[in-house]
């Protein structure tokens, strides 16, 4: 299980974080029957940066798309209900790994991403 923000970020495929950024590192309060392990990043970033960091990470400014209709899997695992409509949500296993990596956007101000991260049995 990868124990920094960097680690995680690496392993999920994706850019660390912006500079100045303000991040979190947790173990997941959610893991289901199906995971070794789960951990989360959580960082807040101005606009700018953060459709840098999405440029960096998918190639794209608008890589992950709308949260329009939300996988109770996704729901369950980052712990959610309620999705506004300024989220943006990716499910997707990483090729080649075990891992499964989860990204939420939120477009409010201020811009928050968490990235999960877990290890499926």
Same mark, same amino acid.
């Given at each position: 299980? &990868?124990?920094?923000?960097?680690?995680?970020? =690496?392993?999920a495929?994706?850019?660390?974080?912006?500079?100045?950024?303000?991040v979190?590192?947790v173990?997941s309060?959610?893991?289901?029957?199906?995971?070794?392990?789960?951990v =989360?990043?959580?960082?807040?970033?101005p606009?700018?940066?953060?459709?840098?960091?999405?440029?960096?990470?998918?190639?794209?400014?608008?890589?992950?798309?709308?949260?329009?209709?939300t &996988?109770?899997?996704?729901?369950?695992?980052? +712990?959610i209900?309620?999705? &506004?409509?300024?989220?943006?949500? =990716?499910?997707?296993?990483?090729?080649?790994?075990?891992?499964?990596?989860?990204?939420?956007?939120d477009?409010? +101000?201020?811009?928050?991403?968490?990235?999960?991260?877990? =290890?499926?049995?």
């Amino acid at each position: 299980m &990868p124990n920094t923000v960097d680690g995680v970020l =690496e392993c999920a495929e994706l850019a660390p974080p912006p500079e100045g950024a303000q991040v979190q590192l947790v173990e997941s309060a959610t893991i289901s029957e199906f995971e070794a392990w789960a951990v =989360e990043v959580r960082f807040e970033a101005p606009a700018d940066e953060l459709e840098r960091w999405m440029v960096d990470s998918y190639g794209d400014p608008g890589g992950i798309g709308r949260a329009w209709v939300t &996988p109770q899997e996704v729901k369950d695992a980052m +712990d959610i209900e309620d999705v &506004p409509d300024t989220w943006r949500i =990716e499910e997707t296993s990483i090729q080649g790994s075990a891992f499964e990596r989860m990204v939420l956007v939120d477009d409010a +101000d201020p811009r928050t991403v968490r990235v999960r991260l877990s =290890e499926v049995r």
